[in-house]
């Protein structure tokens, strides 16, 4: 894992972010997370595909209900595949530390919070922000 000034810097690069999906999921309250890059490593493009659709078979393996969605930077200069998932939030962080995640995005009442999944030193932090502010509707 990184040193604890490259965490500090992950967890700032993390509240930074916007998402889109084909549809917004039909939940009160959801995670939005992705089996992309464990810990932050970069894995190739070939891997990343891989490890999300593992994750999307364990889900309806689990009868889970989730929806396509992408979280990537505001200027679109990079972005991850994954989805929004309806579970609870204790599920969703215990899914995020099993494919390897640093934090994962909490959706309730429209506000997104930053909870942490591997980087456990972090508290959950809402970034006072809507979640429809954030999102938009395309193609994942």
């Given at each position: 894992?990184?040193?604890?000034?490259?965490?500090?810097d992950?967890?700032?690069?993390?509240?930074?972010?916007?998402?889109h999906?084909?549809?917004?999921?039909?939940?009160?309250?959801?995670?939005?997370?992705?089996?992309f890059?464990?810990?932050?490593?970069?894995?190739?493009?070939k891997?990343n595909?891989?490890?999300?659709?593992?994750?999307?078979?364990?889900m309806?393996?689990?009868?889970?209900?989730?929806?396509?969605?992408?979280?990537?930077?505001?200027?679109?200069?990079?972005?991850?595949?994954?989805?929004?998932?309806?579970?609870?939030q204790?599920d969703?962080v215990?899914?995020?530390?099993?494919?390897?995640?640093?934090?994962?995005y909490?959706?309730?009442?429209?506000?997104?919070?930053?909870l942490?999944?591997?980087m456990?030193?972090?508290?959950?932090?809402?970034?006072?922000?809507?979640?429809?502010?954030?999102?938009?509707?395309?193609?994942?």
């Amino acid at each position: 894992m990184c040193d604890q000034n490259n965490q500090q810097d992950l967890w700032k690069t993390y509240q930074s972010i916007a998402f889109h999906a084909p549809q917004a999921p039909s939940t009160g309250a959801f995670a939005i997370l992705t089996a992309f890059n464990p810990r932050s490593q970069p894995l190739s493009e070939k891997e990343n595909q891989l490890r999300n659709a593992r994750l999307a078979e364990e889900m309806e393996r689990l009868g889970t209900r989730y929806w396509p969605m992408n979280g990537g930077a505001p200027d679109g200069s990079w972005f991850e595949p994954g989805f929004a998932v309806a579970l609870e939030q204790s599920d969703a962080v215990a899914l995020a530390k099993k494919w390897e995640q640093n934090a994962i995005y909490w959706v309730e009442a429209d506000t997104l919070w930053l909870l942490p999944a591997l980087m456990t030193e972090f508290t959950p932090q809402s970034l006072n922000v809507r979640f429809s502010s954030l999102f938009s509707v395309k193609n994942a």
